[in-house]
């Protein structure tokens, strides 16, 4: 499913739903980021998705973690709720969302990066290296909220 997403812009769509998402900001033992690149946009992002009937926020933020970079990892803590109505991701099937992350950290426990159908890129970067990636301004202000120390994030 394709997206476009809008992020402060005028000419952006009006929501017509808020769905939970959770997202897991995974470092390893030397302060690396976990990010996968997303299919859809081409851009890098925290792994993280739509949050399942029957689960809670923290399993369903392990689940997509697993699923979208062959890393299973183990929540440490809790880095915000992020959620900017002017932030509005459209999908091709007519969803037009208001963007809403329950964003947690984690470290990582077993397994290697790994591409699927909705990552064609996974890898750990160095805080240092992260302006050399295509990062969406909502993502960069979880993780520069975790480099900070600015959490818990309620906005």
């Known amino acids: 499913m394709g997206r476009i997403e809008y ?5 952006a769509p009006k929501p017509n739903s808020l769905v939970v998402a959770c997202n897991l900001l995974v470092t ?7 990010l996968q690149r997303r299919r859809d946009t081409g851009q890098w992002a925290l792994p993280g998705g739509a949050m399942d009937l ?4 923290a399993e369903c933020a392990i689940r997509e973690c697993a699923e979208e970079t062959g890393i299973t990892a183990e929540i440490t803590g809790f ?10 991701v459209v999908y091709t099937d007519g969803e037009v969302r208001q963007q809403y992350e329950n964003t947690y950290i984690g470290r990582p426990v077993s397994g290697e ?13 160095a805080p240092k290296d ?7 301004a909502s ?3 979880q993780i520069g909220d975790f480099l900070s120390g600015n959490y818990p994030y309620l906005g």
């Open 139 to 141: 993502m960069r202000q």
């Open 79 to 88: 880095l915000g709720v992020y959620s900017n109505p002017n932030h509005i």
């Open 113 to 125: 990066p790994t591409i699927n159908d909705e990552a064609d890129g996974v890898t750990f970067v």
């Open 54 to 57: 029957g689960e809670t926020p």
């Open 130 to 136: 992260l302006d050399d990636y295509d990062i969406h």
């Open 7 to 11: 992020y402060y812009d005028p000419q």
């Open 28 to 34: 390893d033992e030397h302060g690396s980021i976990l």
